[in-house]
């Protein structure tokens, strides 16, 4: 039970902090668990794969551990980041260092798992290595990487894959540096502590910083926005005129579309950025069904305006790349009220 306890709590123990630092409840537990689920995926699947390459292809052990090990690890934890970020389920460096870490605390959790049932009566410093240094690793790795990829999708507008690389690139250096036993297990233990964990930490601690100061400014950018889309000058304005020239190359009622999917989007803005300010106060406020129907008729008018009516709609795209995940976040806390 003692071994049992030194393997998986610490990793555990850091997950549970990054998300009390959370003020603003950026991950739904739901969204911790998937990515959990896909870090204990992606060690299966490593696994399978270190096995079959010593069992069957007769790869050196040292080979496998110190140089196909990191690479193969770490773009494996990598597949569910990418989803997150290119799915918008992630909108700040907070809430990707989060996801992050989660999934590789699921890779390290089936891989200290495994290394218990398959090792014959280990001593307990063997546990408190893998339990403080694998797996800090695999987490922190993952987490840096995600941040890296998110930082870059916010500022680049996405821009493909070529967002990931710098993490991905990090990671695995960070992972192959731990792997080549440079020092005795104990103290390269020890010094992935003091470095890594202190780290993350101060990225966390800056990125919510950041996040208050967008929210702010954000808010009330999207409150005059609101009211200059919703006045009767609108017309007058550079955002006006160039939605009455779209009159000339799509029907009537697309432009109306354009018109009301714009409207709803600044309106989700502001109802985004008000749940967070109120889960940074300690407040916890339910979504109602005008929400619900807000996001419907958002998906039902993207559809309706088709991909190149969108493509024309997007010197109007008002709000950020980084706003784009606050669908993700009222409709997971849609959700969670319904359960409730």
Known sequence: ML????????????????????????????????????????????????????DSLDVPIPIVTRLTAP????????????????????????????????????????????????????????????????????????????IIAQELAARRHGQGFSVFVPGALAAIAIHGIYNQFVFPPVVATLLLLIVLPPLLLGIFTRSERATREWMSA??????????????????????????????????GPVVADMFCLMRLELELGIRAKGTLMA????????????????LA?????????????????????VSSERDAWHKFLLSEQRRSSGAA
């Open 3 to 54: 071994n049992l306890t030194a393997a998986l709590a610490p990793v555990l123990c850091l997950l549970g902090l990054l998300m009390l630092m959370d003020s603003f409840k950026l991950v739904p537990m739901r969204f911790v668990m998937q990515a959990l689920a896909a870090g204990a995926a992606a060690a299966l699947a490593a696994l399978a794969l270190h096995l079959q390459m010593i």
């Open 71 to 146: 690479v193969v690890e770490e773009l494996l934890k990598l597949a569910f980041v990418i989803y997150a970020v290119r799915c918008r389920r992630v909108g700040f460096p907070v809430d990707a260092g989060i996801v992050g870490f989660a999934v590789g605390t699921g890779f390290a959790l089936v891989e200290n798992t495994y290394y218990l049932l398959a090792l014959e009566s280990p001593g307990l410093l063997l546990w408190l290595v893998r339990g403080f240094g694998a797996a800090i690793l695999h987490g922190t790795a993952t987490a840096i990487a995600a």
């Open 218 to 251: 954000g808010l009330d950018l999207d409150v005059e926005l609101l009211k200059l889309v919703l006045s009767d000058n609108f017309g007058q304005t550079r955002l006006g005129a160039y939605l009455t020239e779209l009159r000339s190359r799509f029907p």
């Open 279 to 294: 889960r940074d106060a300690g407040l916890d406020v339910p979504m109602d069904d005008e929400v619900h129907a807000a």
């Open 297 to 317: 008729e958002v998906r039902y008018l993207e559809k309706a305006i088709g991909p190149t009516g969108m493509m024309a709609l997007t010197p109007l795209q």
